[in-house]
C-alpha cells in the first residue's frame, strides 16, 4: 500500500502577514496585498495632508536609493517618502560611487546591508537585476525601482491609487494602454497590478511596438500568465479608446525609431497619439494618466497633458504616499517573521521576464 506523505500547501510571502521582504514586481501579488497597499497609502496620503507632515514610524531605519539609471519622479519620491517617515535616507548613483571604479553590482549591495541598509530602492538598466540583490542580500529588503524593460512595481501600485481615489473601485474599468509596451516596464507591472485588481485591460500598439506574446496571442495559453487571459490586444487606437475609463498613453522611447521600429515620429503620432479628438471617444470623464516622463506632441497632445481630464500630477503625487505605504509595510514590520528561503526568489530569472 502507498505510503501517503502529507502535504501542506506553500506559503507565499506577503505584505499582509508580513511575511513579504521585497518588493520585486506585482506578478506575484494578490488582491489582498494591492487592497492593503491602498488602504496603507489612504492613511500616508492623512499624513501628507497635515501641517507637519513628518512621523516618526521608521525612525532609526536606513533607507538607499540606488540608481543606475537616470530618475526623477521614482528617485524625488522614495527619498522624501523615507524622510517624511523620519528614515535616513542615504541617495548612490552609479556616477561618483565605487561602481565607477568597476565595483560589480554583489560587491556593491553587500557593502551597503555591511553598512546597515535596511531597504534598498534600486533603478538598473539590466532586467532582473534586482532578483539577483534579493537573492544575496540576507538582512537587506528590496524594492525595484525599475529594472530594464521588465517591471516598475511602485508606479503601477501609484496608477491604481490613482484609479480607485477616482473611480473609488479599480474592478471593471476600462484601462486602455497606448503605446511603446514592447519596452515598457510600466506597462509589464500594470498589466499584473490591473488585471489582479479586476481591470479589464485593453493593449494598443503597432505591431512592432508589441511583445511576441501578445501579438501571437499565446500569452493566453502559457499557464505563468494564466492572470492575464483577459487582457485584449488590438492596433487600432480609435477601437481601443471606445468607451474606456482609464487612457494611459506611455513614453515613446525616441531612441527606438532609430531600431528601425517606426516608420517616422510623424507617422507614429497620427496613429496613436491621444489627442483630443480620439479622448472624445472615452467614456465622459475618462481618466488620463501617463507614467511620465512625455514626450508631448508626440504619444499625448500638449491639450490633453495638460487637459481637465489628466491626472498627471496628481499621479506624482501619490506617488509619494504609496512609496510611504511601501516602506512603512517592507521596513516596518522587519522585526517580524525571520526571513526564510522562500522568501527569496531563487534559481533562474521567472519565466514571466520572457514578456521582454
Ligand atoms: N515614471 C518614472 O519612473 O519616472 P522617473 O524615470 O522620473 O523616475
Not at 495559453?221 to 481601443?240: C, K, M, R, Y
Amino acid at each position: 500500500m502507498a505510503i501517503q506523505t502529507p502535504t501542506t500547501p506553500m506559503h507565499h510571502p506577503n505584505l499582509v502577514d508580513g511575511t513579504r521582504r521585497h518588493i520585486l514586481d506585482l506578478d506575484d501579488f494578490s488582491p489582498e496585498e494591492i487592497e492593503l497597499v491602498m488602504a496603507t497609502t489612504d492613511a500616508m496620503g492623512e499624513v501628507l495632508g497635515r501641517e507637519i507632515k513628518k512621523v516618526p514610524t521608521l525612525r532609526g531605519k536606513v533607507i538607499v536609493t540606488l540608481f543606475y539609471e537616470a530618475s526623477t519622479r521614482t528617485r524625488v519620491s522614495f527619498e522624501e517618502a523615507g524622510k517624511l517617515l523620519s528614515a535616513d535616507v542615504i541617495n548612490v548613483s552609479s556616477s561618483g560611487s565605487s561602481v565607477e571604479k568597476g565595483e560589480s553590482l554583489l560587491n556593491t549591495v553587500r557593502t551597503l546591508q555591511a553598512t546597515g541598509a535596511d531597504l534598498i530602492v534600486v533603478r538598473h538598466p539590466h532586467s532582473g537585476a534586482p532578483y539577483f540583490m534579493a537573492r544575496n542580500l540576507e538582512r537587506t529588503s528590496v524594492i525595484n525601482g525599475g529594472d530594464g524593460w521588465h517591471a516598475h512595481p511602485s508606479q503601477a501600485l501609484l496608477d491604481l491609487y490613482t484609479i480607485r481615489q477616482h473611480r473609488g473601485s479599480i474592478s471593471g474599468a476600462k484601462v486602455v494602454i497606448v503605446g511603446d509596451i514592447l519596452h515598457s516596464r510600466v506597462a509589464r507591472s500594470n498589466l499584473w497590478g490591473l488585471t489582479a485588481a479586476g481591470a479589464h485591460v485593453v493593449l494598443c500598439a503597432p505591431p512592432t511596438l508589441l511583445p511576441q506574446e501578445f501579438l501571437d496571442g499565446s500569452y493566453r495559453e502559457d499557464p505563468d500568465s494564466s492572470g492575464l487571459a483577459s487582457v485584449e490586444v488590438t492596433f487600432n487606437v480609435e477601437e481601443a479608446i471606445q468607451d474606456a475609463d482609464v487612457v494611459m498613453p506611455l513614453r515613446l522611447q525616441l531612441e527606438r525609431q532609430q531600431a528601425g521600429l517606426l516608420p517616422t515620429l510623424r507617422e507614429y503620432s497620427k496613429m496613436y497619439q491621444v489627442d483630443e479628438r480620439r479622448l472624445k471617444l472615452a467614456r465622459p470623464g475618462a481618466l488620463v494618466l501617463h507614467p511620465g516622463p512625455m514626450n508631448e506632441g508626440i504619444e499625448i497632445s500638449p491639450q490633453v497633458a495638460h487637459g481637465a481630464q489628466s491626472l498627471i500630477e496628481e499621479q506624482v503625487h501619490n506617488g509619494v504616499a504609496v512609496r510611504m505605504a511601501l516602506l512603512y509595510l517592507l521596513v516596518a514590520n522587519k522585526e517580524g517573521p525571520p526571513s526564510t528561503a522562500q522568501d527569496t526568489p531563487s534559481g533562474e530569472l521567472p519565466r514571466r521576464i520572457r514578456f521582454l
